[in-house]
T-cell receptor, first 112, second 111 residues
Framework: EPEVTQTPSHQVTQMGQEVILRCVPI?????FYWYRQILGQKVEFLVSFYNNEISEKSEIFDDQFSVERPDGSNFTLKIRSTKLEDSAMYFC??????????FGPGTRLTVL | EDQVTQSPEALRLQEGESSSLNCSYT??????LFWYRQDPGKGPEFLFTLYSAGEEKEKERLKATLTKKESFLHITAPKPEDSATYLC????????????FGQGTTLQVKP
């Protein structure tokens, strides 16, 4: 059964460092998303991406964040200068249309 | 403001004891309501999509229903392996696919 994969499963970084979180969406999907979940809190929307451009971004997704689909299979989230408050689980999701989204297992980001 | 509220926050059941989880939502135009299961440290696992009031979906011991203001996830004769956090999400009226999640109901089923 096709699934969304994410790497790494856990990333530890120093405050101010850049991190890139990687995702491989389900192969025939066209819509891609990033969400995050701070420990004990709700899953929060960050950004949606379609046709090689951002279709919507949340207030959280400021200039420190960027997304890219560098080739036909990967979808990345970059945080340019990490802050302590960026520590969270980051989930990638994909969908074939604007309907059911399938989530990856997540990357746990720890900023020290 | 679009909002999703789930209750109860936590639920403890004995194996075989049926119950229901509630998801109340306020959104200016519902495009879809989704139920996910989340195990600790894992990503949300898709369960159901509901699009219109009156719709029902079933899968094994789970049944999801939808009205104009809320959705219920009914769990019949639960087993310990049903223990997880159940998340409800609505799709925002914008056509970008954004999901708005509730805070979840953590279910524990004791043998």
């Amino acid at each position: 059964e096709p699934e969304v994969t994410q790497t790494p499963s856990h990333q530890v970084t120093q405050m101010g460092q850049e991190v890139i979180l990687r995702c491989v969406p389900i192969s025939n999907h066209l819509y891609f998303y990033w969400y995050r979940q701070i420990l004990g809190q709700k899953v929060e929307f960050l950004v949606s991406f379609y046709n090689n451009e951002i279709s919507e971004k949340s207030e959280i997704f400021d200039d420190q964040f960027s997304v890219e689909r560098p080739d036909g299979s990967n979808f990345t989230l970059k945080i340019r200068s990490t802050k302590l408050e960026d520590s969270a689980m980051y989930f990638c999701a994909s969908s074939s249309q604007e309907g059911t989204q399938y989530f990856g297992p997540g990357t746990r980001l720890t900023v020290l | 403001e679009d909002q999703v509220t789930q209750s109860p926050e936590a639920l403890r059941l004995q194996e075989g004891e049926s119950s229901s989880l509630n998801c109340s939502y306020t959104v200016s135009g519902l495009r879809g309501l989704f139920w996910y299961r989340q195990d600790p440290g894992k990503g949300p696992e898709f369960l159901f999509t509901l699009y219109s009031a009156g719709e029902e979906k079933e899968k094994e011991r789970l049944k999801a229903t939808l009205t104009k203001k809320e959705s219920f996830l009914h769990i019949t004769a639960p087993k310990p392996e049903d223990s997880a956090t159940y998340l409800c999400a609505v799709q925002a009226p914008s056509n970008t696919g954004k999901l708005i999640f509730g805070q979840g109901t953590t279910l524990q089923v004791k043998p």
